[in-house]
């Protein structure tokens, strides 16, 4: 399997984000939501997280 990512700064937000996650699919979504939860005021849920995994590329 290889590593996936998902960089904040890539959508628009008010904070105009710069992070940017890689690793495997399962540590990118995990992180992501944390992340995305914490920051950005989204709530950790499976259809969130399916949203999250649209947007991850390939590294």
Excluded: W
Excluded at 14 to 19: A, G, I, L, R
Excluded at 49 to 58: F, P
């Amino acid at each position: 399997m290889g590593r996936k990512f998902i960089d904040c700064s890539e959508y628009p937000s008010d904070n105009n984000c710069s992070v940017k996650i890689s690793g495997t699919e399962d540590e990118v979504l995990d992180v992501a939501a944390a992340h995305a939860a914490a920051t950005h005021g989204h709530e950790d849920t499976p259809e969130f997280r399916e949203q999250l995994r649209g947007m991850l590329k390939d590294e």
